[in-house]
């Protein structure tokens, strides 16, 4: 189970998105149990101040690369046993912006990674996501599910750019012997997500803090499954330690509409925000939750922090925010592809 002390067997490892939400808690987690992090990202997505707080600790390397990029190997020369590939736009804000990139990230970002893991003979793991599974079918979703999703929608950049890394590395691992596994995950939250990234969490605590009127799409009916990101990282690392080659999913085991996310929001803030309801995304999921059944059999994997714990100390993490870290939008606005990405001057919309 999660509440207990997992060895992590590594020596030296690469995160490649490590300035990132979910890669600065797996560069954190690395280092305190004994491993060397190089923190490999460009920035586009990610804050070097996710990492600030690392760089004084021995063992600790940012390098400022695109995993994308022809050289990047080279820029990494390890040798690492391990990789973990998390570099790509994964927010709606920022995939809807960066579309070439979040499409280069899935393609040549993950040969790369995958090189660099052959190079070294390390175990790689690909973050990949439930969005493979696009707007379900089947509920809850299992490993062996392959998913409904548009693959020319405004969400395709993303979804698609997940199918094709798990698409390689499941080729990688049967022609080369790629020691190369799959961590499908689902909605994670906590400290270090940022404001307004088009995310339900962070998006609807920032918007509760402001006194602003919380947006929630549709009828808010829809459904997601949130797990707080230290149990994500747990889950990470076992399936990275449990040399399994098929994708494995790991997110949290309560599902809950968006509009009682908003109302619990509401209530942990002592907000006094109503909730206005807006247009809902296109191909958004109608219903979003994991089967975690192969996690539990094979990794003793489950997630153990309550979702009103998660909650609290996300929202104490956003009120030491100023207000102005509170409401910064995506960097480089981009033309909005098909009337789908925010304007600059706009709030994203909330999807998950």
Not at 139 to 152: F, I
Not at 279 to 293: I, K, L, N, Q, S
Request: proline content about 9%; some cysteine.
């Amino acid at each position: 189970m999660t509440g207990e002390t997992f060895a992590v067997p590594w020596r030296r490892a690469v995160v490649t998105g490590g300035a990132g939400f979910l890669g600065s808690h797996l560069c954190e987690r690395l280092l305190d149990s004994g491993a060397e992090v190089d923190c490999a990202d460009n920035l586009v997505c990610g804050r070097r101040e996710n990492v600030a707080h690392l760089e004084a600790r021995s063992g600790f390397r940012y390098v400022h690369c695109d995993v994308s990029a022809p050289d990047c190997p080279r820029l990494l020369p390890g040798p690492y046993d391990l990789v973990l590939h998390f570099a790509c736009p994964a927010s709606p804000a920022d995939y809807l912006r960066l579309p070439l990139e979040t499409l280069d990230a899935g393609s040549l970002g993950t040969r790369n990674a995958l090189t660099i893991a052959e190079r070294d003979g390390a175990r790689l793991l690909l973050a990949s996501t439930s969005e493979v599974y696009g707007d379900p079918l089947v509920h809850p979703q299992h490993e062996g599910y392959w998913g409904n999703v548009n693959p020319v929608g405004p969400r395709s950049v993303y979804d698609e750019s997940k199918r094709f890394a798990e698409a390689l590395v499941t080729a990688h691992a049967g022609t080369h012997g790629a020691d190369a596994g799959i961590v499908r995950l689902f909605n994670t939250y906590g400290p270090r997500m940022r404001a307004h990234d088009g995310r339900a969490v962070p998006t609807f605590i920032s918007q509760a803090l402001a006194g602003e009127p919380l947006t929630v799409t549709g009828d808010g009916s829809q459904t997601r499954s949130l797990c707080y990101v230290e149990d994500t990282v747990d889950g990470v690392l076992r399936v990275a330690a449990s040399r399994s080659v098929r994708p494995v999913n790991i997110g949290g085991a309560d599902e809950i509409t968006m509009a009682e996310l908003a109302r619990r929001v509401i209530a942990l803030t002592g907000s006094r925000s109503p909730i206005a309801f807006v247009d809902r995304p296109v191909d958004d999921p109608g219903r979003r939750r994991p089967d975690t059944a192969l996690a539990r059999e094979l990794l003793g994997w489950s997630p153990q922090v309550p979702w009103e714990e998660g909650l609290k100390q996300t929202i104490a993490y956003f009120t030491a925010l100023s207000p102005k870290e509170r409401t910064l939008l995506p960097r480089e606005p981009a033309e909005p592809p098909d009337g789908q990405a925010p304007r600059p001057d706009e709030e994203p919309p909330v999807q998950t």
